[in-house]
C-alpha cells in the first residue's frame, strides 16, 4: 500500500530561528495542509507539509518526540533528525487538541512497533542460539543412528519442523539485514546532513563574525560623521536663530496684509450697503402703503361677507317657511284629491244604480 494519509488539518508553520534558537520564523505564509502519514512498508509515522512545491515539513515521528501546547492555539514539537523544533499556530483550540490528541496516538503506536521489532529481534536472536546448540546433537544423532536414509526414517517430522524454523530465521534475520543496511544508509545521510549543517554554522559563525567587524568601523564612522555634525550645527545655531526671527516677523507682516485686506474689504461692504439703504427704505414704504390698502380691503370684504352672510341665513329661514307650507299646501291637496276620488266613486255607484 505505501505511505497513506491517515489525518490531515490545517494550521499556521513555524521553524526555531537557528541563530538565536529563541525566535519564531514563518515557514508559510498562510495556513497550509498538515498531514500524518503511515508507512506501511517501513512501518513508521511521518508529519508532512507542503506550501506550493516547497516541502516544509518532513518529520519522523520516534518514540521520544513530545508535542507541547504553549497557548490555547499553539503547539511544538523538537525533532532531532531534521536539528529543528517545529511550531503550528491552529484557527481554533478543538483543532489543536485533535492534533495533540493524534500525535499522541501516533507516539503511542510508534512505540509500540518499536516494542515488537524489538521482540522480533530477540526471538530470532534465541532461535539462532538454540539452532546453533542443536546442530551438534543432530550430527552426533547421523553418526550413531548410520546414514542418512536411516535417520529420516526415525526423526524425519522433527528435521522438517527444524528445517522450516531455520528458513524462517535466515529469511528474517536476511530482512532485519536489509532493515539495518538502510538505518546505516539514513544514519549517514544524517550523519552528512548533520555535517552540512555544522559547516553551515561554522560559515554563519565567520560571517557573524566579519558583520561584528564592519558593524564596528560603521559605528567608529558613525560617531565620527555625529561628531562633525554637532559641530556644524553649533555653528549654524546662531543662523538658524536669526532665520527663525526673519521668518517670524515675515509671518508677522503677512498676517497683518491679510488682517488689512480684510478690513479693507468689511469696509467697502458697509459702503454698499450703506448706498442700498436709501432704495431698501423707499422699498418699505412701498410695500406698508400696499399693506394698509391691503387692510382696508380686507376689512371691507369682511363687512361685505357678514352681509352676505345675514342674507343667507335669512333666505335659509324663508326657505324654512315656504317649506312648511308647501308641506301643508300638499298635506291639503291630499285630501282634496282623496274627496274628488270618493265623490267620484259615488257617481259611478249611483250611475250604476240608475
Same mark, same amino acid.
Given at each position: 500500500? $505505501?505511505?497513506?494519509?491517515?489525518?490531515?488539518?490545517?494550521?499556521?508553520?513555524?521553524?526555531? &530561528?537557528?541563530?538565536?534558537?529563541?525566535?519564531?520564523?514563518?515557514?508559510?505564509?498562510?495556513?497550509?495542509?498538515?498531514?500524518?502519514?503511515?508507512?506501511? %512498508?517501513?512501518?513508521?509515522?511521518?508529519?508532512?507539509?507542503?506550501?506550493?512545491?516547497?516541502?516544509?515539513?518532513? *518529520?519522523?515521528?520516534?518514540?521520544?518526540?513530545?508535542? %507541547?501546547?504553549?497557548?490555547?492555539?499553539? $503547539?511544538?514539537?523538537?525533532?532531532?533528525?531534521?536539528?529543528?523544533?517545529?511550531?503550528?499556530?491552529?484557527?481554533?483550540?478543538?483543532?489543536?487538541?485533535?492534533?495533540?490528541?493524534?500525535?499522541?496516538?501516533?507516539?503511542?503506536?510508534?512505540?509500540?512497533?518499536?516494542?515488537?521489532?524489538?521482540?522480533?529481534?530477540?526471538?530470532?536472536?534465541?532461535?539462532?542460539?538454540?539452532?546453533?546448540?542443536? %546442530?551438534?546433537?543432530?550430527?552426533?544423532?547421523?553418526?550413531?543412528?548410520?546414514?542418512?536414509?536411516? @535417520?529420516?526414517?526415525?526423526?524425519?517430522?522433527?528435521a522438517a519442523v527444524l528445517k522450516t524454523e531455520n528458513d524462517r530465521l535466515k529469511s528474517a534475520v536476511e530482512q532485519s539485514n536489509i532493515n539495518a543496511k538502510k538505518w546505516e544508509t539514513e544514519l549517514q545521510t544524517l550523519r552528512e546532513n548533520n555535517a552540512r549543517l555544522v559547516d553551515a554554522l561554522q560559515e554563519s559563525s565567520a560571517n557573524v563574525?566579519?558583520?561584528?567587524?564592519?558593524?564596528? *568601523? *560603521? @559605528?567608529?564612522?558613525?560617531?565620527?560623521?555625529?561628531?562633525?555634525?554637532?559641530?556644524?550645527?553649533?555653528?549654524?545655531?546662531?543662523?538658524?536663530?536669526?532665520?527663525?526671527?526673519?521668518?517670524?516677523?515675515?509671518?508677522?507682516?503677512?498676517?497683518?496684509?491679510?488682517?488689512?485686506?480684510?478690513?479693507?474689504?468689511?469696509?467697502?461692504?458697509?459702503?454698499?450697503?450703506?448706498?442700498?439703504?436709501?432704495?431698501?427704505?423707499?422699498?418699505?414704504?412701498?410695500? *406698508?402703503?400696499?399693506?394698509?390698502?391691503?387692510?382696508?380691503?380686507?376689512?371691507?370684504?369682511?363687512?361685505?361677507?357678514?352681509?352676505?352672510?345675514? &342674507?343667507?341665513?335669512?333666505?335659509?329661514?324663508?326657505?324654512?317657511?315656504?317649506? $312648511?307650507?308647501? @308641506?301643508?299646501?300638499?298635506?291639503?291637496?291630499? $285630501?282634496?284629491?282623496?274627496?274628488?276620488?270618493?265623490?267620484?266613486?259615488?257617481?259611478?255607484?249611483?250611475?250604476?244604480?240608475?
Amino acid at each position: 500500500m $505505501g505511505e497513506q494519509p491517515i489525518y490531515t488539518t490545517r494550521a499556521h508553520v513555524f521553524q526555531i &530561528d537557528p541563530t538565536t534558537k529563541k525566535n519564531w520564523v514563518p515557514a508559510s505564509k498562510q495556513a497550509v495542509t498538515v498531514s500524518y502519514f503511515y508507512d506501511s %512498508t517501513r512501518k513508521s509515522y511521518r508529519i508532512i507539509s507542503v506550501d506550493g512545491s516547497k516541502v516544509i515539513i518532513n *518529520s519522523t515521528i520516534t518514540p521520544n518526540m513530545t508535542f %507541547t501546547k504553549t497557548s490555547q492555539k499553539f $503547539g511544538q514539537w523538537a525533532d532531532s533528525r531534521a536539528n529543528t523544533v517545529f511550531g503550528l499556530g491552529f484557527a481554533s483550540e478543538q483543532q489543536l487538541a485533535k492534533f495533540a490528541e493524534k500525535f499522541q496516538e501516533v507516539k503511542e503506536a510508534t512505540k509500540q512497533l518499536k516494542d515488537k521489532s524489538q521482540e522480533k529481534v530477540e526471538t530470532l536472536s534465541n532461535h539462532s542460539q538454540e539452532s546453533g546448540r542443536e %546442530t551438534p546433537s543432530t550430527t552426533q544423532a547421523t553418526s550413531i543412528n548410520g546414514t542418512d536414509d536411516e @535417520k529420516i526414517s526415525h526423526v524425519g517430522p522433527e528435521a522438517a519442523v527444524l528445517k522450516t524454523e531455520n528458513d524462517r530465521l535466515k529469511s528474517a534475520v536476511e530482512q532485519s539485514n536489509i532493515n539495518a543496511k538502510k538505518w546505516e544508509t539514513e544514519l549517514q545521510t544524517l550523519r552528512e546532513n548533520n555535517a552540512r549543517l555544522v559547516d553551515a554554522l561554522q560559515e554563519s559563525s565567520a560571517n557573524v563574525e566579519s558583520w561584528k567587524k564592519q558593524l564596528s *568601523s *560603521s @559605528k567608529e564612522e558613525s560617531d565620527a560623521l555625529r561628531a562633525k555634525i554637532a559641530e556644524l550645527e553649533a555653528q549654524c545655531h546662531d543662523a538658524d536663530q536669526e532665520k527663525q526671527k526673519n521668518s517670524q516677523l515675515t509671518v508677522r507682516v503677512q498676517e497683518l496684509e491679510v488682517e488689512l485686506n480684510d478690513k479693507q474689504q468689511e469696509l467697502e461692504n458697509l459702503r454698499k450697503q450703506a448706498e442700498i439703504i436709501p432704495q431698501l427704505m423707499a422699498e418699505c414704504e412701498t410695500v *406698508s402703503t400696499k399693506l394698509q390698502a391691503a387692510e382696508m380691503k380686507n376689512n371691507e370684504l369682511e363687512g361685505k361677507l357678514g352681509c352676505l352672510q345675514v &342674507d343667507i341665513d335669512d333666505s335659509r329661514q324663508k326657505q324654512g317657511n315656504m317649506k $312648511g307650507e308647501l @308641506k301643508k299646501f300638499m298635506d291639503i291637496l291630499d $285630501g282634496k284629491i282623496d274627496e274628488l276620488h270618493e265623490f267620484r266613486q259615488g257617481l259611478s255607484k249611483l250611475g250604476a244604480d240608475n
